[in-house]
């Protein structure tokens, strides 16, 4: 079992920053991929960023490209999501999730189908 616990939102001005944060219980934690998804109201849940368990693959949404930077820190068990530029549209409940399965070469999972355990989610919200 693993259990995430994400901090590090807030209330920030558009073209601002935000780093959030995913803390990880369980010692097989840099054995996993991880990944950030969002909800934002009336919309359905979608991908953000993942990273493998080396932390030698990044995939990022369109949306995102550019100006998000997700890393992890196995020492830690923490993944992190650094968000630069923020827009009025990245208004969402950010979800930090896990997936156990071995993934080869540099495939990163980016469904939610693919995740196994997730966290309770952390509000950002974007203001003008």
């Known amino acids: 079992q693993v259990q995430l616990v994400e901090s590090g939102g807030g209330l920030v001005q558009a073209g601002g920053s935000l780093r959030l944060s995913c803390a990880a219980s369980?010692?097989?934690?840099?054995?996993?991929?991880m990944g950030w998804f969002r909800q934002a109201p009336g919309k359905e849940r979608e991908f953000v960023a993942a990273?493998?368990?080396?932390?030698?693959?990044?995939y990022y949404a369109d949306s995102v490209k550019g100006r998000f930077t997700i890393s992890r820190d196995n020492a830690k068990n923490t993944v992190y999501l650094q968000m630069n530029s923020l827009k009025l549209e990245d208004t969402a409940v950010y979800y930090c999730?896990?997936?156990?399965?071995?993934?080869?070469?540099?495939?990163?999972?980016?469904?939610?189908?693919?995740?196994?355990?997730w966290g309770q989610g952390t509000q950002v919200t974007v203001s003008s």
């Open positions: 999730a896990c997936s156990r399965a071995y993934y080869s070469g540099g495939y990163v999972p980016a469904g939610e189908y693919e995740y196994d355990y």
């Open positions: 369980g010692r097989t934690f840099s054995s996993y991929a």
């Open positions: 990273i493998k368990w080396s932390g030698s693959s990044t």
